[in-house]
């Protein structure tokens, strides 16, 4: 990528600061007052729109509040998601497995979160992260997308590409340029059409993969 650690390190603290500018409002997607909820929202918002998913949850956080709840989930009740029934045994699942080894309570470190079903290292590290205010990078497909464009990472995997990461951003940070990147790349960074020519970050932006 041609540049030293440290020149990363300083590029990063700019584009964190100059995204914050531009995004003071950047916050995870889902809706969520504990650790429960969001791990349900987070295993029905694979490959589902977040709004929609907000939607859902709107309801069923006011139905099912406890792992003994959730182990007995209606698949009925969250229809409305793509692949609901998948979802739903995925969501049983893991309650079940908070019920046996974690005593009802979502788990706060990555191997014991790693532990239960429909749970991967994106899903987990977003889980440290948000509620539990700990410095982990979950990579969606906005972290990784951005992340390659910015040059911070030449991978595709979403594990390499965390490793990147992880020594250039600040740990206090860390929480925060997920949910700035997740915004710009909704925003200003799009899959198709980005739209550099407005971007609050061009300057510091080599613009990898990107013929605008």
């Not at 500018?21 to 969520?32: D, G, S, T, Y």
């Not at 504990?34 to 295993?43: D, G, Q, R, S, T």
Request: glycine share 6%; with cysteine.
């Amino acid at each position: 990528m041609g540049r030293t650690l440290a020149q990363q390190k300083t590029r990063v603290k700019k584009l964190i600061a100059a995204l914050r500018k531009a995004h003071p409002e950047a916050r995870l997607a889902l809706n969520f007052s504990n650790p429960l909820e969001l791990l349900v929202a987070l295993i029905l918002a694979a490959q589902a729109r977040d709004d929609l998913v907000n939607s859902v949850t709107a309801d069923l956080f006011q139905k099912y509040r406890t792992a003994a709840d959730w182990a007995k989930l209606d698949e009925n009740d969250v229809r409305r998601v793509n692949f609901y029934r998948n979802k739903a045994k995925a969501i049983r699942a893991a309650a079940a497995r908070l019920l046996e080894q974690f005593g009802g309570r979502v788990p706060d470190n990555l191997a014991d979160l790693l532990s239960l079903p429909g749970v991967g290292r994106k899903t987990a590290n977003i889980i440290l992260g948000n509620a539990f205010g700990q410095p982990a990078i979950g990579v969606d497909t906005h972290v990784l997308r951005l992340s390659q464009r910015l040059g911070l990472t030449k991978h595709t995997d979403p594990d390499k590409v965390e490793a990147d990461l992880t020594p250039l951003v600040p740990a206090r940070d860390a929480v925060a340029f997920c949910h700035l990147l997740q915004f710009h790349g909704r925003r200003v960074c799009t899959a198709q059409n980005p739209d550099c020519p407005h971007c609050p970050v061009a300057r510091l932006c080599p613009r990898i993969g990107v013929s605008a």
